[in-house]
């Protein structure tokens, strides 16, 4: 009842704002209110009430456009031609076909971007600055990475429990893969969700380079590293300790729930979705470290258009919400991992746990994981060549794919995507 | 539904004396009947004509909807006809069109002719219930189906291993998730064409009926000899609109099996043509070669509905 009451609030102050908003737009240009963009399900309302109470002379309009693809299909219609926001989030997948055309734009640096420069991570803030140095996007969280596991599954199978002495069970991949042999031998049951998702997408994202070389050139097809991660996912699923189901399907969610597998990678923003995917589960998670012990996958960044009508008001909220001390308070509400390496050592952050997750240090765990991280170039083509490589594998655990042929099959189906 | 109101226009013709032709009357009058058919011709020059023409012209380039765009003449057409997927998303529409839309119109022809039963209790509540499907949500009923038809959770499977069968995993082989959407499709339209069945069945004379039983007709003779060639007209009708929509089939396969994006599975195995078009549209942003997709699918819907109506047709008039 409360929550419905908070939300018919919000939704009449929204409404209201909107009103005055376009009442303002008319006449007023100089108004200091300005329009946001921002995906659903990840409470950006939560820090858009922080700035209104601290700011209640700036009318702040929050529109929850949809996910985070749909997000940037609409301000890619918008760029192209429509009303833009003054502010917008943009996921980092979605990132590099923005930055193709930064003269869409902003550049932050005008603003004063930077002098801020050293605040930020500087592998994730570098992928956001175009070659020649144009700030056009704010890192606003990384997705830090570690693997959830089932604790009471663990002790069943006569492992240890103990979130420290498990991360020490996997330094490699390789340790982790027998880890999952001795599983499946004690409980007949699988291990792992699947690997396409749980191994080969954490794995790729640890090298040094992706699937572009030193002089940002395609180079997915002799990348030894691509080809590592790759064998080395057809290898794990070959010792049979996958349950084979693809993340986020329905059965993936239905075998979360009933403790069909023991082990999930979990980067930081996955955390939520095993909460409200396996409710019933609380208290019988924990997080242990990542094989390989460090890696990122996922993260956003804070835009301003070319066009919008207020980029003063907007920049303004970057800098209060986004600074070192505004991504702490964030992290504690809402526990995205904060981009601004000099809050990891703060003891609000470091003593932070989870009790769905057996209490389990979340910030000490995750930021561990991006502090090491060597940046690599990520181009516009990565999503696709990423998803097809997902996918082939993918295919190979669902049996369409010979694991043998795995690799060319894979290679054709990223050249056919890259070319249409 | 012309078709079916034909008799009603031709009436009007006979009895419109001429004697109104001849009256002088303000060219406001003469205008007024193009003005008020005005309205809807405007919106259809803008929301409808003007699209589909501008969706032609956009194909004929490399555009980027927020960058640059070169024009690149038959380019993308080009690269169509060498493009696997694009073969791929042909066979999967046509399959699973076949699949949803013959069973689909036979069951529909059976269930109206069961349900103008002389005999049927109740029958507006069964008339009305054959069509709950239609007014309920398509991305409900494909979350719904999703999880049936599930590889280790699913009731279908659940079936099949209390049968000794073991489990199939439906979403992930080509036919099984052909089948899948086939059903959900089937499942969504059958009760709608059924009304539409009913409805023309209900203008066919009871005394044709009772006349054939007193001659000594089984129900199979009845249906055969006049069930089905009074409902011919609007036979052509739901041949014709479910090859349209069959064709064009988007929201069961985007939302069916998510898992690898806008693909419908990690092997394209259920990507329909709508949905190669929107993943290379407004997954990729390639707006030219989504364009180039989507004159395809127009052509293509164009002669197979053509092809399907001329085929109806001659079977109407050799029947007769």
Redesign the interface.
Known sequence: MKRLINTAAVVATAMLLASACSAGSGGDSGSSGFEFWSFTGINQKADVEVYRKAHPDVPVKLTEVGST?ETA?AL??A??GGKVPDLVLIQGDDLP??M??PE?FVDLSTLGADKMKGDYLDWVLKQSTTADGKVIGIPTDVGGMAVAYRKDLFQAAGLPTDRDQVSKLWPTWDAFAEVGKQYVRATGKPFLDNTPTSIFFQAVNQGTERYHDADHKLSYDRNPQVKAAFDLTLKVFGTGISAK???????WT??MS?G?FAVVSAPSWMLNSIRTNAPGTAGKWDIATIPGGSGNWGGSYLAIPKRAKNPRAAWAYITEMQSPAGQLAHFLSQGSLPTTPSVYTDPQLVGRTDPFFSDAPIGRIYTQSVVNIKPFYIGPDDA?IG?EL??????VE????DPANAWDTALTNVR??L?? | MTITLSPAPAAEATSRPGRYRHTQQGWRERLAPYAYVAPFFLLFFVFGLFPLLFTFYVALFDW????ERHFVGLANFA?LVH???FWGAMRNTFSIWLLSTVPQLLIALGVAHLLNHVRLRAATLFRMSVLVPYVTSVAATT?VF??LF????GMLNWFLELLGFSHV?F???VWGSHFMIATMVAWRWTGYNTLLYLASLQAVPRALFEAAAVDGANGWQQFRHITVPALRPIIVFTVVTSTIGGLQIFTEPLLV?????L?CG??R?CQTLTLFLYE?G?????FG?GAAIAVVLFVMVVIVATINYLLVTRIRSERR
């Open positions: 693809t299909q890619t219609a760029l192209a076909k923005f193709r055309s869409n189901q693809s993340s986020f399907s329905t059965g239905a075998g009933k069909d696709t998803s997902l996918n082939t594998l993918t295919s669902q049996g369409k794919v056919n995507a070319r249409g | 980027d909807p927020i960058g690269q493009d696997p997927r979350i999703a999880q599930d590889r280790d959770y995993d979403t992930a082989s099996n998510p898992v690898g994006g693909t990690a092997a195995q290379q407004f997954g990729r942003f390639h070669y």
